[in-house]
């Protein structure tokens, strides 16, 4: 009999153990199912683009338009070298556009330099009358090489500029019968700033301000003659490609 109790007691015990066992594994089955299951149903996230940087470097063409004011020029005129007294006053201003081309460089990281030669045509002009005297000046063309340094923020380039100007001037003046008609080249130095915004990696578009002074010349003959001061303000919008 005691045989019997004991052997009923060493079966529910393993019976016991058989079954902690099965329910330990199927525990184990389960979560590692659900990890799976997990791992499966997570996408992976996308890796994180940075968004590019424009760059400023690079050959550039474009065109620009706008207006010529603020000359002055006192009109004195002379004979054989004699002062004859001061007339009147020209005060040039006009329309002019024309083109442009340039080099840009992008560096540390922020600054820009580059050179850039533009060509306008123009009608930068006055004329008066006073009794029998009178006198006109026109500059119908001129251009400019000029160096450009500046700091961009992204895609905005704020930038001083200056260099070489040159142009072409049509001046006349009349005292008491006695005229000339005289046009000469000219050179002389613009100086500048300007801001130029990047639409898109290859179109920009600037607003730009210069001062052009081509100096003062003798205009005439010995008979009759003015020195003349010629320069202006200009004010031009621009569009430019970048290459």
Do not use: C
Not at 24 to 47: E, H, K, W
Not at 74 to 102: A, P, T
Not at 124 to 150: E, Q
């Amino acid at each position: 009999m005691l045989n019997l109790v004991n052997s009923f007691k060493e079966n529910f015990r393993m019976r016991k153990f058989l079954g902690s066992t099965v329910f330990l594994m199927a525990a184990v089955a389960g979560s590692t199912v659900y990890a799976a299951d997990l791992a499966v149903s997570t996408p992976p996230q996308a890796p994180i683009e940075a968004a590019p940087v424009f760059s400023w470097t690079g050959f550039y063409v474009g065109v620009n338009a706008g207006g010529g004011f603020g000359g002055s020029d006192d009109v004195g005129f002379h004979s054989f070298g004699n002062y004859l007294g001061r007339y009147g006053k020209l005060e040039g201003s006009g329309f002019l556009g024309g083109g442009q081309i340039g080099y840009n460089y992008q560096f540390d990281p922020n600054w820009v330099v580059g050179l850039e030669a533009d060509f306008q045509g123009a009608d930068i002009s006055d004329s008066f009358r006073n009794g029998t005297a009178s006198a006109s000046s026109k500059i119908d063309w001129y251009g400019t090489v000029r160096p450009r340094i500046g700091y961009a923020y992204d895609n905005t380039l704020f930038y001083g500029t200056g260099g070489l100007a040159y142009g072409h001037v049509d001046y006349k003046g009349a005292l008491a019968g006695v005229s000339f008609d005289d046009d000469k080249t000219k050179t002389g130095w613009t100086i500048g700033a300007g801001v130029e915004h990047a639409f898109t990696d290859h179109v920009t578009a600037k607003l730009e301000y210069q001062y052009v002074d081509f100096g003062s010349s003798n205009m005439g003959g010995d008979a009759l003659n003015s020195k003349a001061s010629l320069d202006f303000h200009a004010v031009r919008v621009g569009l430019n490609y970048k290459f």
